[in-house]
Each structure stands twice: as C-alpha cells, then as structure tokens.
C-alpha cells in the first residue's frame, strides 16, 4: 500500500494525481490519498481510495487523523507528502510501523522565496519566520529518506548539506496533450492565461496591457482562469475592468477541472506569463509555460532566468513589471499569431525533452516495493 497524503492541494491536481498516481496506477499499486481541500471531488476508484477531509479541520489535526488511519494497515511500503506543514507525520511513520516505510518529502514550492514574496511582516520579523520556519522544516528531515524537487534551482540547490536521495522531477505535460490544431479552430485575436490570480503574477500588468491595444484589434478577448489569491484583489481587478471599462472585453473564468483547462487553451492564440519579478519567479518555472507549449499557443511571457533555461527564441519576450512592454509583445502576438517557426519549435521541445513520459520512470524509480 502506498500513502499519498496532501492539506493544500485539490484532489484532482494535475500533479499529485494525474501525473503521479496515475502513473502509480498504471503499476497496478493499491494506494490510500488523503486531501484536506472543500472541493467535493472524489477521486476513489478500484485502486485509489481517496479520503477527504474539510479545510475546516486545522493541519494539525488533519495530521493526527490520517495518521490514525494508516496505523491501522498492515503493510505500507511508502508514505509521500505534497507540504512542508505536513512533515511531522514522518516521525509518527518512523517510530509508529515495525517494518518503516519509505518516506518521500514533494517539495512544490521554495519555502523561503514563499516568504519573502507574500509576507507583509516588517523584514526582521520577517527573516525571523523564514528562519523558524527552515529550522523546523530541518529538524523533520532526518525522518525522510527521498525528496522530490519540483522546480530545476536557479539558484543555490537546497538541502545540499544533507544525504538524501534528491531528485528533480518537472511538472512537464504528457505528451497526449498536445494539441496541433489550427490557427483557424481558434478565436481571433484570443488571449489567454491560467494559474493563481495575484498582484505578484502582474495581473494587473496583463489588463493595462490589454486595455492599451483594444482599439488595435477587433473582437479581442482576454480570458483569466484561474482563483484569486484574495478577496481584496478580486476586488480590485473587478473595479479595474469596469474602470477601464472592459467588461466585454475580459472575461474571468473561475476555478474548474484542470482538464477543463486545457479546452479552453486550445480555444485561444495566444497565451500570457506575466509574472512580475519577485522571490518566487526568480526560483520556480511556471508549469503553464509548457502546458502552453504543448497547446500550439503564440506565448508572450516575462523575461525571467527560470523560463528562459526551458525557452529561448521560440516565445516573444517582454519586461516584468511593464505593461508597455507586455503590450507590444502581445501586438507582436496576434499580428503574427501562428508563427509556425515558434510553435513548431515548441511541440518539438515537448515531444523530446519536456515530458511527462520524461519523467515518469525517475519518479516510479522512487517506489520499488519491498
């Protein structure tokens, strides 16, 4: 039995569980995943035995809960994690089975990039939490045998001081998804981008930019997928749009199935990263990056040091930060929209080197049952 256990994710993420527990499924693995997340989704199927708890629950007792349920098996080869919240569980694992299970720390995102990017503490308190908060994270680490990086570091490469089995494993598409249709199955002068809605991902950058060629373009349309980061922000894009008066022309798309994203990308020409430059940009690449690859979009993105390890000449540049230069870049799109050099480019890049069917081995490697 495997143990896939998460507090912040939805079920049906597109990494925890189409690309990893499928990929478990297809070895024919029983697994037990458990989500603390208010979706009501249930992923339970013939193998998957999917257990949902509300986010009403702290993560504390989330932990407590789950951990009473596993100590109830029998036999479990390996426990994974999707959080750092959530790596005091490993040394109830350690010290609660007679024969341990392997444990396998996912590490999504850069703790400390996290901090510095969303924190509005003054900066001493601020270094204070990132160093309670790395300083917890190190003292679980020694309860955990294998950890998954989702990002290549730009930077330093984290828990290099430590010996532990650490593999990077990209958030690449599979290969099914790419979607070769033609310019002509897509809305003209169609603008799309999908993730988490936040001042830090420069969408407000993106709606300037959008209002400030409009009157170059008949028809245009902006589509945001994706869930506001807060109320407070919801509530300002909403009043920029009205402001500027936009309404016909952006169009908000909230949370829904990821599969459901991928319809409306191929739906669009061009798609847009127009992440402001922070702590958190500077350390992860956006996996919208290749699942716009992978769709056949024009892609108009923020010239950052973590996009342009994957891409080069086959996206059109802009500055972070400046809704002029993101304005031009999209111009540049839509008057050009289809390049077939760039996308051509760019299906090939997916089909050779940024995979899931890449990936997917490493990652299996992972669980040799014993």
């Known amino acids: 039995m495997i143990i896939i256990i998460s507090c912040n994710h939805f079920p049906d993420d597109e990494r925890i569980y189409y690309k990893q527990i499928c990929s478990l499924k297809e070895q024919e693995y029983p697994i037990k995943y458990f989500t603390r997340s208010d979706s009501i989704i249930d992923m339970s199927d013939s193998l998957v035995d999917h257990i949902n708890y509300s986010k009403d629950i702290s993560i504390q007792s989330f932990i407590q809960i789950v951990y009473q349920q596993i100590s109830r098996i029998q036999k479990i080869s390996h426990v994974q994690i999707h959080e750092t919240e959530l790596l005091p569980i490993f040394k109830k694992v350690k010290y609660g089975f007679s024969k341990s299970p392997i444990t396998i720390y996912d590490v999504h995102e850069n703790i400390e990039a996290l901090y510095r990017t969303f924190s509005n503490r003054i900066k001493l308190l601020k270094e204070v939490l990132i160093y309670w908060r790395k300083y917890k994270e190190k003292k679980n680490l020694k309860y955990v045998d294998k950890i998954i990086l989702a990002n290549k570091p730009v930077n330093d490469f984290p828990y290099s001081e430590i010996d532990k089995e650490i593999v990077v494993i990209e958030n690449y598409p599979e290969i099914e998804r790419i979607r070769k249709n033609s310019i002509n199955q897509r809305k003209k002068n169609s603008i799309i981008y999908h993730g988490h809605l936040g001042e830090e991902r420069g969408i407000k950058d993106l709606i300037y930019a959008i209002n400030h060629i409009k009157t170059s373009f008949s028809n245009i349309l902006l589509t945001l997928v994706g869930t506001f980061r807060t109320k407070e922000f919801q509530r300002e894009i909403t009043s920029l749009i009205e402001q500027l008066d936009l309404k016909q022309t952006v169009e908000i798309v909230e949370q ?9 990308l191929d739906k669009h020409c061009v798609g847009v990263i127009p992440f402001r430059e922070n702590p958190l940009t500077q ?7 290749f699942e716009m690859m992978a769709s056949g979009l024009e892609i108009v993105t ?3 040091r973590p996009i342009r390890q994957f891409v080069q000449d086959s996206v059109l540049w802009s500055e972070p930060g400046s809704f002029i230069s993101m304005a031009n870049a999209i111009k540049r799109a839509l008057n050009g929209t289809g390049n077939p050099q760039h996308i051509a480019y760019n299906y090939n890049l997916i089909e050779k080197k940024y995979n899931w069917e890449k990936r997917k081995e490493l990652y299996l490697s992972l669980f040799s049952i014993r």
Do not use: G, M
């Open 302 to 304: 923020s010239d950052l």
């Open 256 to 264: 829904i199935p990821h599969s459901k994203i991928w319809e409306l």
């Open 283 to 289: 350390e992860n690449t956006p996996t919208k990056l």
